[in-house]
């Protein structure tokens, strides 16, 4: 099956930091999904991106399809970024989601 | 807020009991999903509704039972759960189609219910 990995694991950021999370996938999908969870467990689409750039405020993504990767960037990190950051793409055959394990992002003040 | 609700957020019950957990969304999706999510480990799907069908069930042991009476409401009946069944469960809707394949859309998740079996 589909094998997605991320990168880094985990990572501590002082405020006002840049940070680049990236997503690998084993192979062709139809689409990818990035997701923010927060401490609390609520999970929020950030982006839904199969190819190309994307950006919204802060957050941009952009995915490779073709070499299978897609990064996120999230730039002058606020403490509000905490929590875990997900890709997930979307198989071909059936269209349900795989996940990565997420990159756990601690933001310190 | 992302219009899908769970209740309840925290469930602490025994091998022995019998529950539900209730999930409702203000979308007007068509598709429903329950998500199990373990510590250290990606998401797991569950199973899918489609237009109140059930599409997928992923190995899902008979102890966890879903029911899906409309497009707007899901359930999880739970009965003599293990420990190991301890978790975050998530529901999560999405548009879908009739023609079977749910194609690609975005999916929309609510707060979960964090579930302890004792």
């Known amino acids: 099956g589909i094998q997605v990995e991320q990168s880094p694991p985990d990572l501590i950021l002082q405020e006002g930091a840049n940070s680049t999370l990236r997503c690998n996938f084993s192979?062709?999908?139809?689409?990818l999904q990035w997701f923010h969870q927060n401490p609390w467990g609520q999970l929020i689409n950030l982006f839904y991106?199969?190819?190309?750039?994307k950006q919204n405020g802060r957050l941009s993504a952009t995915t490779v399809a073709t070499e299978r990767y897609s990064l996120l960037y999230i730039s002058s990190s606020q403490t509000t970024d905490s929590g875990v950051y997900f890709c997930?793409?979307?198989?071909?055959?059936?269209?349900?989601?795989?996940w990565g394990a997420g990159t756990k992002l601690i933001i310190k003040p | 807020e992302t219009g899908v609700t769970q209740t309840p957020r925290h469930l602490v019950m025994g091998m022995t009991n019998k529950k539900s957990l209730k999930c409702e969304q203000h979308?007007?999706?068509?598709?429903m999903y329950w998500y199990k999510q373990s510590a250290k480990k990606p998401l797991e799907l569950m199973f899918v509704?489609?237009?109140?069908?059930?599409?997928e069930n992923n190995s899902v042991p008979s102890r966890f039972s879903p029911e899906c009476p409309n497009s707007s409401h899901l359930f999880l009946h739970l009965h003599t759960l293990q420990p190991e069944d301890s978790a975050l469960y998530l529901c999560?809707?999405?548009?879908?189609?009739?023609?079977?394949?749910?194609?690609?859309?975005?999916?929309?998740f609510g707060p979960g219910t964090r579930l302890t079996v004792t």
């Open positions: 509704y489609n237009f109140k069908e059930q599409t």
């Open positions: 192979d062709s999908v139809n689409n």
């Open positions: 991106i199969p190819s190309g750039t």
């Open positions: 999560a809707s999405s548009q879908a189609t009739l023609a079977g394949p749910l194609g690609s859309y975005e999916q929309y």
């Open positions: 979308l007007g999706h068509n598709a």
């Open positions: 997930a793409v979307e198989r071909e055959s059936n269209y349900q989601l795989i």
